[in-house]
């Protein structure tokens, strides 16, 4: 039950004010849940110089039960949030330490999780042994989707404290639910974790697809009221005793300083999964196919997620040599060939594809 003047077990949306006489501490298991503290106006006030500690303005926590991955996405107005805030175990649980973010809460969290605590205690045991507990944000899953969110006051209070122009926000809580929790401070308004929620739940694909979706419906209704700057993404998973991997952390991408993180961060995330790869072997279809066109777009997406994939440079190259656009091919075999010279230049000169290009100087030259 919530440490506030409101039963929060119901499923009810709801509301706390900034009367709290307790810090709130909230658990989870199914239904959505919202609690906050909201003051009336927003400042115009916002942070510039010096960096900032307070971390991670929003973030969720969640895990998959089909899967067993657990994961955390985070976007903050400070610098390295995706260093800071994230932490998780496979088969145990997954942390955010945010706020004036306690470092030590991830690992002491993890090992209380182990030793068979639950989220709610775990967060009521970690969180009793800070004297600086007022400052910080913390929220808490374990592998059974059963969460804990705790808010101290000072997070609350920041909100509405002219004195504090930097942090003077408009809501700080969290929306609880079935196998996840999205929380966060200084936010533009409550619809930020709401949003959070209703993208994560409806949201297909992986469990790092659905953070991200998440991350971006937050920023969508406001996300942080100082801005943007950092994101990152922890998603881990039981290892397969039947695989040879010996990877746990299947997503493990951040954007430490950025004007939009979620821009790069995105783009990260593609990479991870793989999907530069998958486009090559599209355009290797459509080539085959004879649809040059639609192949060189393929290697162009390619290779805006990984400007260094040769293999995509040299399809395009292809793709342009059969297309017509001589020159084209030539600058893009040649910039392949001048990262792997003993690879391209061999392969280039016996490929029947470059037949347009051989009587061209630029190119003998290039292959000899």
Sequence with gaps: MMMTSFSC??????????????????????????????????????????????????SIIAVDPTTGEMGVGVQSRAFGAGAAVPWAKPGVGAVATQASANRLYGPKAIALLEQGLSPEDVVKRITDEDGGRDSRQVAVIDARGRSAVYTGRRVISRNNDPKDPVHLGNYAGHVSGL?????????????????????????????ADRLMAALDAGQAQGGDTRGMQSAG???????????????????????????????????????????????VARGNELATAGRHDDAAGAF???????????????????????????????????????????????????????????????????VR
């Design 9 to 58: 077990r119901t499923g009810a949306v709801v509301l706390t004010g900034l009367l709290m006489a307790a810090p709130a501490l909230a658990q989870s298991t199914a239904a959505p849940i919202v609690a906050a503290a909201a003051p009336d106006e927003l400042s115009a006030a916002r942070e510039t110089d010096p960096p900032d500690p307070w971390f991670g303005t929003f």
């Design 233 to 279: 993404i922890l998603v881990v998973r039981p290892l397969d005793p039947k695989s040879e991997s010996t990877v746990e952390r299947v997503v493990d991408i951040r954007v430490d300083d950025a004007d939009n993180p979620f821009v790069e961060l995105r783009r990260l995330l593609r990479m991870t999964q793989g999907e530069p790869a998958r486009l």
């Design 300 to 366: 162009r997406e390619a290779l805006t997620i990984n400007p260094r994939l040769e293999t995509a440079m040299y399809g395009l190259a292809r793709a342009y040599a059969q297309s017509g656009r001589l020159a084209d091919a030539l600058a893009q075999l040649s910039t392949a060939i001048a990262r792997q010279p003993h690879v391209w230049r061999t392969q280039a000169a016996a490929d029947a594809a470059f037949a347009p290009l051989k009587a061209i100087p630029a190119f003998l030259s290039l």
């Design 179 to 207: 196998n996840f929790s999205a929380q966060g401070n200084t936010l533009a308004s409550p619809a930020v974790v709401e949003a959070m929620a209703r993208a994560y739940e409806a949201t297909k694909g992986t469990m």
